[in-house]
């Protein structure tokens, strides 16, 4: 007989499930699937299927750079966005620079993922052994990317291919050094005084009226008003 806690924990596994795949499937739509569109747009209106083979080089194989770029940006602007005051183009700013970041984060997970399945797939090893099959994938990525970068050094990011090589270690040292005002980026959205002060400017700079402060009946002055 099946007991009511048992139900309970089976509706409790299925939403978990059910949000987790929802939620894979957010990712998935949003840093893969609406940039592989993209570049197909900008295809189109070119009339050049390089110009998308182009971008979809430079976001699913050198997200690193991406990384970079994005990570330099924040730490030179000492923010995660420009203020401008203006709620909308803040906002704008945010989700541009978190996108990104998020985008080439996700980018480089999945192609570990993949190659982490693929090797346990495979004849040397199987998918029970994920600390090995993930080291490796990991190991591929890394291998790929300076292969990648070494392809693209002298044309694309007109750069001598040694001092392309540095980019992974930039992008890593640039994200740690952006992490800060990220954090900081994404809770002045919630609440902007934390990070600008505004809400310590403004306690400083409140006083009481004159009236209220010399009486010492308060409902009198309340009534009057």
Sequence with gaps: MVTAVEVKGIGRGLF?????????FFFVFIFLVIPL???????????DMSVGMS?????FLNPLNDLNEQSLKVIENEGAYPRTG??????G???????????AIYILYRWTWFFAKVWGFSHWSNDSQKFINWSLGII???????????LIAENELEMPVK????????ANKNLIGAAPYLIKGANSVLDPSIIDGNATDNLSNFTLPP?????????????ES
């Design 16 to 24: 978990s499930k059910t949000f987790g795949k929802l939620f894979g």
């Design 163 to 170: 001092d392309a090589w540095k980019i992974p270690f930039e």
């Design 93 to 103: 700013s945010f989700v541009v620079t978190y996108w990104v970041l998020l985008g």
């Design 140 to 150: 591929i990525v890394i291998v790929l990317t300076f292969g990648y970068l070494a």
């Design 211 to 223: 009236d209220l402060i010399n009486s010492t009946n308060i409902t009198e002055i309340l009534s």
């Design 55 to 59: 971008y979809i080089g430079k976001r």
């Design 86 to 91: 203006n709620f909308f183009k803040d906002f």
């Design 37 to 47: 569109i993209y570049a197909i747009i900008i295809s189109v209106e070119q009339n």
